[in-house]
């Protein structure tokens, strides 16, 4: 059982830029695909960017060079962050840290969800 807390979200006006958090604890934490998805309303979720523990990385189209996504080990608690600069109106929505042992890339089929941190780019 892996525990997800996300952390970060909130209002920005496009061009500007949030970090986003994720910590995970629980069993064989460290050794889970873990990654950040988005949905916007009316909207199905997407994948943003997903991390591997062997440092492999990927990232939806819309948002490769202006998302950033890494992970750090801090005392028993896995942090996924995901540092996100030239927000545009379009990147508005809820995001969620996702994790499991197998990798999905960017499909949402994760088993472990967090609840959601609210993302909202104003124009």
């Known amino acids: 059982q892996v525990q997800l807390v996300e952390s970060g979200g909130g209002s920005v006006q496009a061009g500007g830029s949030l970090r986003l958090s994720c910590a995970a604890s629980?069993?064989?934490?460290?050794?889970?695909?873990m990654g950040w998805f988005r949905q916007a309303p009316g909207k199905e979720r997407e994948g943003v960017a997903i991390s591997s523990s062997f440092g492999e990385s990927a990232y939806a189209e819309s948002v490769k060079g202006r998302f950033t996504i890494s992970r750090d080990n801090v005392k028993n608690t896995l942090y996924l962050y995901l540092q996100m600069n030239s927000l545009q109106p379009e990147d508005t929505a809820m995001y969620y840290c996702?994790?499991?042992?197998?990798?999905?890339?960017?499909?949402?089929?994760?088993?472990?969800w967090g609840q959601g941190t609210q993302v909202t780019v104003s124009s």
């Open positions: 629980g069993y064989g934490y460290s050794s889970y695909y």
């Open positions: 996702a994790a499991d042992l197998t990798n999905y890339w960017l499909l949402p089929r994760y088993k472990y």
